[in-house]
């Protein structure tokens, strides 16, 4: 088999999509994963696949039974990105819901004891957040707050609050690698 790879998902959040993807282009070994949300919201960022598809494979929610999650327990990826991520798979994560390709990809990488790195778009009461039309100030609810706490107690999940800790938390991991 060959060398482990990073597994890298992308929700309907657009909370600083554009960094979040310019960093994963630096990397080596990575495996795209967008759900249909992402794929809506990169077209209104204006954020073609076309490079990305250029130099990673893209996989696509199109499949009831999410077949790539299996890679897993083939020991396929050695680590799972999350970023960024929506309230909505956030929610979905805490609760055990796997009913989507990410979901899935979270629950087999936590079952098979790979570390997930998430960057969630709820991390502060109030925050500074990128919009198709440029910034703009969103005030989460305490429910997003919640969730996205909750999912900082679970094992094997880091959950990071800027592009700059997703970043450290990224390489970080890469460099405890063998």
């Known amino acids: 088999m060959d060398k482990p790879r990073l597994a890298w998902a992308v929700t309907g959040s657009g909370h600083f999509i554009k960094e979040c993807l310019d960093f994963m282009l630096t990397l080596e070994r990575v495996d ?31 499949a009831a039974s999410a077949p790539p999650v299996g890679l897993f327990y083939k020991g396929h990826y050695h680590t799972l990105v999350m ?3 929506t309230s909505n798979t956030v929610a979905k994560c805490v ?61 094997y999940t880091t959950v990071v609050e800027n592009v700059d800790e997703l970043k450290a938390a990224v390489l970080e991991r890469l460099k405890s690698l063998p």
């Open 83 to 85: 970023a960024p991520t």
């Open 32 to 62: 795209l994963f967008i759900s249909p949300a992402a794929e809506e919201v990169l077209k209104m960022y204006r954020i073609d696949l076309h490079d990305i598809r250029a130099k990673f494979p893209v996989y696509r929610d199109k």
């Open 95 to 155: 609760l055990g819901i796997s009913d989507t390709l990410v979901t899935n990809l979270y629950a087999q990488a936590g079952k098979c004891r790979v570390p997930s790195i998430v960057y969630p778009c709820d991390v502060a009461p109030e925050i500074e957040t990128t919009a198709p039309g440029g910034m703009v100030m969103v005030y989460p609810r305490a429910i997003d707050l919640a969730g996205t706490a909750k999912l900082k107690t679970f094992p």
